[in-house]
Structure formats: structure tokens, C-alpha cells
């Protein structure tokens, strides 16, 4: 097993596209904490390793089955005159949330998520208290057990057609909503794997790029899969979400692309999120028709309480705009119980253990 003193990003199947001579080991790389350029940096210390899951010999079969799979599929989707089958839907959907879930910059959120709440509660939160490579292979296990979470999404491939490439980052597997960021019915509430109105973002090279989405929110025309994208006006407007999501790192292949990234960036700096979570105390109020009531306060000002709520927020960046590709569907629906749930699609309402799902309009703003 490799010493874990090794970096842990992206697969390098994933990075291969973005190399500067195919299968050479360097990559250029835009580090926004430092605002400073790279070039050639070695793709060996952006790459994952396997050591984070030896110890589990199925889990370490399952991811290992993905990236293969995923390698193999990649090569053939970027090939002149494909056309996107099932397969390969079903494949890229699986890859994006293998990457949602596993790189390091996912796990160090859940950790930062950790340790905000022991500063809320004043105390330790021994039970909640990880490494990250703890963290990485809880989110494994996690992977296998809900690896099917995003199937019911549909799927195409953006081709860029400008001057201006796909970058890719340290945190590539990008989830956003549109839908939930400008209906007047979500304001304020974040979204997940299973919410109304996803949009899933994966580069798969400087040309190409995945989208998947809810289909009874949105409607994205495609021939054979593929979308033609000629203005580069939307192929930023894609971009801009890698610069919200990563950590740290923006991976690109042309060195000439120095200013472009620069300009782009810091375009949307301001809209960069200064936290990636929200943590909200909410403590007992009183009971009524049989339901406890919380009520949120400051927990500085709160005290001792012998009940008390901790709510986790995640913090999403809204984009300056969002691609023309993808349009409101008409009659768009979305599926709600009243709960805390909030807004689901209707592929996901099996995994929920509650009734009442009800269908609503799902138009931009109603």
C-alpha cells in the first residue's frame, strides 16, 4: 500500500484528454489560492492513488471496474462520428458520481462541515471527527450503495465548437440547479443528488463536455447526443462552474490559455463561495398537533438546552448566467410531500422512506 502522504485529485484516465502530448505525464494548472500559473506540472501528484481503498478488497474491485470502464468508454466517445448509446449514459452518470464523491476536495468539505459543528455545539464531536482518507473511503462506500442515484437523469455531450477550451479542476464533478436557484418556492434551501431541476457537469476533455439533467425540468436538444456549441458566451458560462466548485487547482492544456483562465476567473471571483456550508442551531419551542417545533437561534446566545437541532446547509454559487443549451421544459414537473424533502424528481421518490408525493408545475419561477 502507498504511503498516503501522496495527493489524492483525479483518476489519471481522467486527466489523460487534458495532457499536454496525450499520454505525456504533464499538465498545465491555474492554483487560484495563489493566483500563479504552472507549467507542465506532473500529472503524478494531481492523480489519485489506490492506497485509500486496499484495505477493502470489493471496494477496491468496484472503483477500480469504474475508472476502467470509464478509460475505455472515453476513448470511444471522443472518436470522430459517435454517437451516444445507453451504455455510455449509464457509464458517464456513474463516473461523475464515483468523482462527486471521491476527491479530495469533497472529502476536506466534509471534514471543514465536521468541524463547524463542534463550533457550534462548543464541544468535541468525537463520533464525527475523520481523516481524510477516512473520509474518502466513507464516501466509497457511500458510491457503492447509491451508485444508481443519478441514473434516471438524462444525458448528452456538449461539443465545443470555439476558440475557447473546456477546463477541468481538483473537483471536476460539478452539481448545480437552476431550477433551484431562481424558483420562488426554494429560495433560501440547497439541493442534492436527488432534487428537482440537477445539472450535472463533467469536462471529459478541452472539446467535450457531459451534461446530465433532469428531464422534466429542463429540455436540452441534441442530435444522437450530441449538442453543437458555436458562442463563447456559453462554453464560459459551462467553465465558470469549475471555478466555483474547485479547491484549489484549474487543469488546462494550452499554455496560451493563461490569460483567457485569468480573465475568466476572476469574472466570477466575487460570486466564489467563502464558505462551502451553513450550519444552523435550532433549539425546542413547544409542541403543537403533536409536532415539536424548533425555533432557530445564535448559538452564542442560546445556552444549555436539553434539545436542540444542528441543520447543515451546503452554499452553492449562482452563475452570471447559465448556457443557452439548457432551456425550460414545458410543463416541467417536480415532486413534493410538503417535508423537509423539499423538491425531488420522480425517479428519486423510491429512495425516499415517505408517502405523499404529490406532482407541482415546475415552470422557472411559479
Not at 13 to 23: Q, V
Request: with cysteine; aromatic share 10%.
Amino acid at each position: 500500500m502507498a504511503s498516503n502522504k501522496n495527493q489524492h485529485f483525479v483518476p489519471r484516465c481522467y486527466l489523460r484528454p487534458f495532457t499536454l502530448n496525450g499520454e505525456n505525464v504533464a499538465i498545465n494548472l491555474f492554483n487560484t489560492d495563489r493566483s500563479l500559473f504552472i507549467e507542465k506540472a506532473p500529472v503524478k501528484n494531481q492523480c489519485s492513488r489506490d492506497y485509500f481503498y486496499g484495505e477493502d478488497l470489493l471496494l477496491e474491485r468496484a472503483i477500480q471496474a469504474s475508472e476502467g470502464a470509464y478509460a475505455q468508454g472515453l476513448s470511444k466517445i471522443l472518436q470522430p462520428g459517435y454517437c451516444l448509446d445507453d451504455t455510455h449514459r449509464q457509464l458517464l452518470l456513474r463516473f461523475w458520481l464515483l468523482q462527486h464523491l471521491r476527491t479530495e476536495a469533497a472529502s476536506r468539505r466534509a471534514l471543514e462541515m465536521s468541524a463547524g459543528m463542534e463550533d457550534v455545539v462548543g464541544a468535541p464531536l468525537d463520533a464525527f471527527r475523520q481523516s481524510i482518507r477516512e473520509a474518502v473511503l466513507m464516501a466509497m462506500h457511500i458510491f457503492v450503495e447509491v451508485i444508481d442515484i443519478v441514473d434516471d437523469l438524462k444525458v448528452c455531450l456538449i461539443r465545443n465548437r470555439t476558440a475557447i477550451p473546456f477546463f477541468t479542476s481538483d473537483d471536476p464533478a460539478v452539481m448545480t440547479n437552476r431550477w433551484y436557484m431562481e424558483n420562488r418556492r426554494t429560495a433560501g434551501h440547497s439541493f442534492g443528488l436527488q432534487s428537482a431541476g440537477a445539472l450535472l457537469l463533467l469536462p471529459l476533455s478541452p472539446r467535450v463536455l457531459c451534461l446530465a439533467y433532469d428531464g422534466d425540468v429542463y429540455s436540452v436538444p441534441h442530435s444522437e447526443g450530441w449538442v453543437e456549441v458555436k458562442r463563447k458566451h456559453d462554453i464560459q458560462a459551462f467553465n465558470q462552474h469549475q471555478f466555483f466548485n474547485c479547491r484549489a487547482n484549474i487543469y488546462f492544456r494550452n499554455w496560451d490559455d493563461c490569460q483567457q483562465i485569468k480573465n475568466d476567473f476572476d469574472s466570477v471571483l466575487t460570486l466564489r463561495p467563502k464558505v462551502r456550508h451553513r450550519i444552523h442551531y435550532a433549539v425546542f419551542d413547544h409542541t403543537e398537533s403533536g409536532m415539536d417545533r424548533f425555533r432557530v437561534v445564535d448559538r452564542a446566545a442560546a445556552g444549555d438546552h436539553e434539545r436542540a437541532l444542528i441543520h447543515t446547509q451546503t452554499v452553492f454559487a449562482k452563475p452570471i448566467n447559465w448556457p443557452a443549451q439548457v432551456s425550460w421544459r414545458f410543463k416541467g414537473a417536480a415532486y413534493t410531500n410538503g417535508t423537509g424533502v423539499g423538491y425531488v424528481r420522480r425517479g428519486s421518490i423510491h429512495r425516499l422512506r415517505s408517502d405523499g408525493f404529490r406532482k407541482v408545475p415546475a415552470n422557472k419561477l411559479s
